[in-house]
């Protein structure tokens, strides 16, 4: 490991999901993601709040599906944990519509 290596923040991404919603798929594909193109990247999937898909990179909440009623992008995702990677700031990311839900 490089000096520089050591010296980089180790970036956490906590995402919280909902159960009820079965959104476990899509944080578990998110964290994969992250874990493959940033390997040292500490991901955290928890059990949340209904209707949640909560994502925070060291504790900066950077998408929010309560407040948005979107998922994601991904790779804005995975760009803000470079960003913390590599000291920059990280930003709010945009939504992906959602695509398979059906209301009852």
Known sequence: MSEG?????????DIEY???CNSKPQCLELA???REQIPEAEVVCRT???GSFEVQINDTLVHSKLGSLAFP???EVVQNVRNAR????????A???ITDCVLQ
């Open 32 to 34: 994969a993601l992250i």
């Open 86 to 93: 590599d000291g920059l700031p990280v930003a709010r990311v």
């Open 73 to 75: 992008r991904y790779e």
């Open 18 to 20: 909902c159960n009820v």
């Open 95 to 97: 939504e992906q519509p």
């Open 48 to 50: 949340g709040r209904r």
């Open 5 to 13: 290596e050591a010296a980089r923040p180790k970036p956490r991404v």
